[in-house]
C-alpha cells in the first residue's frame, strides 16, 4: 500500500521533470540559433511538414531548405529540430564562410569535423571502412593509398579508355536522332559512366551500354538501388560482386607486384595502384578494398551522370551558350563536328594540352555544378567538444550535438556573392577561373567569386577523391557532343513556343519554359524524370553523313 501511495506521489513530480527537461531541449538549449517556431512535442516536424505540403512533395531536400532559409530571413544558419525522428538536430549552413570552417583542416581537427551518423544508412551500399565515411587516421591510411590511381596525371592515361567507352554512347545517340524517339538521359548517361568507372577503377567491363540482357549483375543491382534507396539495408547482394572483384585482383596481385619489379609502366587501373606497394594481400585489406570499390562504382557512376544531363539541358535551353561552347571547339578542333576528328586530337601527342584549352567547357561544367551539386557533405560532434564558428556578424556559435550539413544547393546560389543572377545559367562569371580542381581552385585576381562559395566536390581534406576524374570525362564527352547533338526536352523543363511554333527567348538570354525541371533525391540529386528528350543531329554533323 505505502508503495502505491509513493508511486502516485511521484507521478506529479515526474511529469514536472519530463516537461522541464523537454522545455529545455525545444526552447533553450539551442536558442542561440536562427529556427522556425518549435512545437514543445514535435519541434520543428510539423513546421517542416507544411513546407512540406505547400509544394512539389517529391522535390529534393535541398529546395525544402532553400524554402525556409528564405522564411527565416536567409540566416547565414539555421537550426531543424527533429527530435524524436532523429537523435541530434540538424543545422543547415547557408554560408560559405561557416562551411569552410567546417570543411577545413584545423589543429584539434587535422581532418576537419568527422562525417555525421547521418552518412550511416550509406554503409550496406558502401562498406563499413569507405573512404566516404571512414573517420581520422583510417581515413588518412585510406586516402593516401588510393590517391595516387585519382592523380591528374595518371588519369591522363586512361584518356583512350575513356574515350573508348564513350563511343558507344555516341552511337546509341546517333541511333536516337535517326529514329525521333523521346529517351531518359539519365539511363544513357549512367550506362557510360558506369562503363568509364568500371574501366578505369578496376579495368572491368560491365557492358553497361550493351543492353539489359548483356549488361553485368552489378550494373543492375546499382540501377535496383538508385530506384529503390529508401531500402537500401535490404540489399543483401551488394557486396558479392565487388567483393568478387576485389578477389579477382588478389589472383592478380603477385602478377602486378612482379610486373612493376620489372620496371612496367604500363596504365593500370587504381585499385592496382592501390596495391602497388602492398607486400601482402591480407584479409582486412582485401575488406577495405572490396568497400572502395563499392564507393568508386557508386559515386564515381551517378555524380558525372547527373552532371551531364544538368549540362546538356542547360546547353539545350542558353543558345549563347551553347554558341559560345561550340565556337571554342571548333577553335580547337576544327570545324569538322564528328566526335572522331576530337578522339584522333586527344590521343595524338600533347592532345592532354588541348583539354587544358577548354576554358569555355570547363566554365559549363563548373557553372551547372554550381546549380546542381549532386550532394553536399554532413558533419557532427558529440555535445561537449568545443566545436565553434563565427558567424559573417562576428558572433561565435557552438555546433556540439548538432549534425551539420554544407548545403552547396544554398550556398552556391547566394545572392551576396552571385548576385541578381544566382538561380541563372551563365558560364561566363567564371572565365579567368575555370579550374575545377578543389586542391588548386584559388580565388580569381579579381576577388569576384571566393573559393570557398564553390564546393559541389566539397573542400578540405575531405574533397572527393574523384573529382578529378569527373572533370576528365565531363570534357571529353561534352567537347564529343555538343558539336554534334541538339537536344530537345520533353515534358517537364520544355522549351515554351509562340504561336509560330518558335522558342520564346527572354531577356536572359534563354528560352523560356513551360515548366520548372528540379531535382528529386534518390541518394544523390537527380532530375525528376529522368531528363527525358530527343536528339537530333546538328545540321554541320548532317552534312557529313
Not at 94 to 120: F, G, I, W
Request: charged share 25%; aromatic share 8%; hydrophobic share 35%.
Amino acid at each position: 500500500m505505502l508503495t502505491s501511495i509513493l508511486v502516485v506521489a511521484a507521478i506529479p513530480a515526474i511529469a514536472i521533470y519530463l516537461y522541464q527537461k523537454l522545455y529545455y531541449l525545444r526552447f533553450q538549449q539551442y536558442a542561440a540559433w536562427p529556427q522556425l517556431q518549435p512545437s514543445l512535442l514535435w519541434g520543428h516536424l510539423k513546421a517542416m511538414n507544411e513546407f512540406i505540403e505547400s509544394g512539389v512533395k517529391q522535390r529534393h531536400v535541398d529546395i525544402l531548405f532553400r524554402e525556409i532559409k528564405e522564411h527565416l530571413g536567409n540566416p547565414p544558419v539555421y537550426l531543424l529540430d527533429v527530435r524524436p525522428a532523429q537523435s541530434y538536430p540538424i543545422g543547415i549552413l547557408c554560408n560559405h564562410e561557416v562551411a569552410e570552417q567546417v570543411s577545413r583542416a584545423t589543429k584539434a581537427l587535422p581532418y576537419s569535423m568527422d562525417k555525421s551518423p547521418t552518412m550511416d544508412f550509406m554503409e550496406p551500399l558502401t562498406g563499413p571502412s569507405s573512404v566516404l565515411t571512414s573517420q581520422g587516421e583510417e581515413w588518412k591510411a585510406l586516402r593516401r593509398r588510393f590517391n595516387p590511381g585519382f592523380a591528374p596525371q595518371h588519369l591522363l592515361t586512361l584518356l583512350p579508355c575513356i574515350l573508348d567507352r564513350s563511343w558507344h554512347f555516341f552511337e546509341i545517340l546517333d541511333r536516337y536522332a535517326a529514329s525521333g524517339e523521346v529517351f531518359s538521359l539519365d539511363e544513357l548517361c549512367i550506362n557510360l559512366t558506369f562503363d568509364i568507372i568500371g574501366a578505369v577503377t578496376m579495368d572491368e567491363d560491365f557492358r553497361a551500354q550493351a543492353g539489359p540482357e548483356a549488361q553485368s549483375e552489378i550494373v543492375k543491382l546499382y540501377r535496383a538501388i538508385n530506384l529503390s534507396y529508401r531500402h537500401i539495408p535490404t540489399m543483401a547482394n551488394v557486396s558479392s560482386t565487388p567483393r568478387a572483384l576485389a578477389r579477382s585482383h588478389q589472383a592478380k596481385f603477385a602478377e602486378l607486384k612482379e610486373y612493376s619489379a620489372k620496371g612496367g609502366k604500363k596504365s593500370r587501373s587504381v585499385v592496382s595502384l592501390s596495391l602497388q606497394d602492398t607486400d601482402e594481400l591480407t584479409q582486412r585489406i582485401l575488406d577495405q578494398t572490396c568497400d572502395q570499390l563499392k564507393t568508386f562504382l557508386f559515386a564515381g557512376h551517378d555524380t558525372t551522370s547527373i552532371l551531364l544531363q544538368w549540362a546538356f539541358y542547360e546547353l539545350s535551353r542558353t543558345p549563347r551558350a551553347l554558341e559560345s561552347i561550340r565556337k571554342e571547339l571548333d577553335e580547337i578542333f576544327g570545324t569538322d563536328p564528328s566526335p572522331s576528328v576530337v578522339r584522333d586530337a586527344l590521343l595524338a601527342p600533347g592532345g592532354e594540352q588541348l583539354i587544358q584549352r577548354m576554358s569555355y567547357v570547363s566554365a559549363v561544367i563548373k557553372e551547372t555544378l554550381r546549380l546542381y551539386p549532386p550532394a553536399g557533405t554532413s558533419r557532427y560532434h558529440p555535445p561537449g567538444s568545443g566545436v565553434n564558428v563565427q558567424l559573417p556578424d562576428g558572433s561565435s556559435l557552438s555546433l556540439d550535438g548538432v549534425a551539420v550539413y554544407n548545403c552547396a544547393t544554398i550556398i552556391q546560389r547566394d545572392e551576396a556573392i552571385y548576385g541578381e543572377t544566382k538561380d541563372d545559367f551563365i558560364p561566363e562569371r567564371w572565365l579567368g577561373d575555370t579550374d575545377t580542381s578543389m586542391e588548386t581552385n584559388v580565388d580569381t585576381k579579381t576577388g569576384k567569386i571566393p573559393p570557398s562559395a564553390w564546393r559541389p566536390f566539397e573542400r578540405g581534406p575531405r574533397n572527393c577523391i574523384g573529382q578529378e576524374l569527373a572533370n576528365l570525362e565531363a570534357r571529353v564527352i561534352l567537347a564529343c557532343a555538343v558539336r554534334r547533338y541538339d537536344f530537345t526536352k520533353i515534358g517537364l523543363g520544355e522549351i515554351e513556343r509562340d504561336e509560330k511554333g518558335q522558342p520564346i527567348l527572354n531577356e536572359k538570354g534563354q528560352f523560356e519554359t513551360a515548366s520548372q525541371l528540379y531535382n528529386i533525391m534518390q541518394i544523390t540529386a537527380k532530375p525528376v524524370d529522368g531528363t527525358r528528350v530527343r536528339v537530333q543531329l546538328t545540321p554541320e554533323s548532317a552534312k557529313t553523313l
